[in-house]
Every structure is written in C-alpha cells, then in structure tokens.
C-alpha cells in the first residue's frame, strides 16, 4: 500500500525547507571563500570555488521554493517541472562533487597553477612573492626550495621554521602549490558534504514528486469520470 497523498505532501514540503536551508548554507559558505580570496595579494582558486558553490546555493534555493509552491498548490504541470529539474540540479551536483574531487588536482579552471605562476614570475623580477603563502601554508617556493636554487635566489627567511634558515633541517621541503591544494581540498569537504546529503535528499524528492504528481492526475481523472 503506498504512501497517502497528503503524507507525500508534507513531506515533500518539510524536504523543500531543508533544501533552501542548506541552499542558504551553501551560499553563506560560497561568500566566505570570496572574502577568503579577497583577503589574499593574489586571488588562487577560491575566487573560482566561492563563485560556484553561490551559484548552486541559489539554484538549489529557487528549485526549493518551486517545490514548496508546486507541493502546496497540486498543480501537475508545475510538480513535472519540479521533478524534471530536481533530475537536472542531482546531475549537475554529481558534476560538482567531481570538480570538487578532482578538480584541485588540475587546478580548479586552471587558476591554482595560473596564479602560482603568475607569482613565481613576481618572484623572478623581485623578491618576496612568495612570502604571504610561505609564512601562512609554512612551505617553500612553488613546488620545492629547490625552485630557489633554479633561479638563483637565496632562500628566503619565510622559507624556513620561525623565520630563522639556520640549515637544511629547518627549511620548508613542500612547495605551496601543493600546501594551498591541501588546504582547499579541506574547506571543500564541507561542500562535499552538503552536497552529498543534498544529492540523496534530492532523489527521495524526486520520487515523492512524481508519487504527488500520478496521485493528483488519478484524482483529476476519478473525477472527470464522475462528472461525464
């Protein structure tokens, strides 16, 4: 015996609440990136993640309301809809979790090796690019110390434990690319998270509106068989 049309209908308001609560959440989340990046000499990658995870905030939120309205009223054009976009945001959320996973390994669109590179240029014209993520990440030129030695430039003091390069043992052996990637790699597992509940949250939706959807169609024919 499935589930009461009225039941189906609660439910799916109290999932379409959650979901523009957490749709919220991502945007307050995405904003934080941006002033993280905005706080920084060189913006790398998080200016790129923020502008993405607001964006799927406010889609998730404008789905959610969509879903409260379609659920309140039983209009079975708007419930289709709401079905057929929450499959469109589960794909497009999927893609998400996968830039979110691999995308920092490449570079999220290129901007994490972009900017490195733009810093290490900095870095070869006058010294002290570096030195802002040296000091923060507690690493060593873009991909070693040895970036150093390539160019001909002294280790700087950010390079080493309390600034103090009294030898080899206390100089940073990790280059702040691949710090900066771990870095955001952990603020990301948040998002993953959200995502992740967002995704299962968002199929049950989908299944409880296409169950709201053929249950209100059934009733609109009972009925139009009771009037002919």
């Known amino acids: 015996m499935g589930l009461p049309a009225t039941t189906v209908k609660h439910l799916l308001l109290l999932l379409n609440f959650v979901f523009s609560v957490l749709g919220l959440a991502l945007i307050a989340f995405g904003i934080l990136f941006l002033i993280s990046a905005a706080e920084k ?3 790398i990658g998080e200016n790129v993640a923020g502008i993405l995870i607001i964006g799927l905030g406010v889609v998730i939120l404008i789905v959610a309301i969509i879903g409260c309205l379609a659920s309140f009223h039983e209009v079975p054009v ?5 079905v057929g976009t929450l499959v469109l945001l589960i794909l497009t959320q999927l893609l998400f979790l996968s830039m979110a996973s691999h995308g920092t390994k490449d570079g999220i669109s290129g901007s994490i ?3 490195f590179e733009r810093l290490w240029n900095e870095e070869r014209n006058e010294t002290g690019a570096l030195v802002y993520y ?4 507690q690493c060593c030129g873009v991909n070693s110390s040895e970036d150093y030695w390539i160019i001909h430039h002294a280790i700087p003091s950010s390079c080493c434990l309390d600034n103090k ?3 080899q043992s206390s100089v940073y052996k990790t280059g702040c690319k691949a710090k900066f ?3 955001l790699n ?3 597992l ?3 998270i959200v995502c992740f509940m967002l995704v299962i949250g968002e199929a049950v939706a989908a299944v409880f509106g296409w169950l709201l959807y053929s249950s209100v169609k059934n009733q609109s024919r009972r009925n139009n068989a009771v009037w002919m």
């Open 41 to 43: 000499t060189v913006s």
């Open 78 to 82: 708007t419930l289709l809809i709401y």
């Open 113 to 115: 090796n972009e900017g």
């Open 134 to 137: 040296e000091n923060w990440l």
């Open 165 to 167: 390069c009294i030898d």
């Open 181 to 183: 990637v771990e870095y």
């Open 186 to 188: 952990d603020k990301l």
């Open 190 to 192: 948040v998002f993953k």
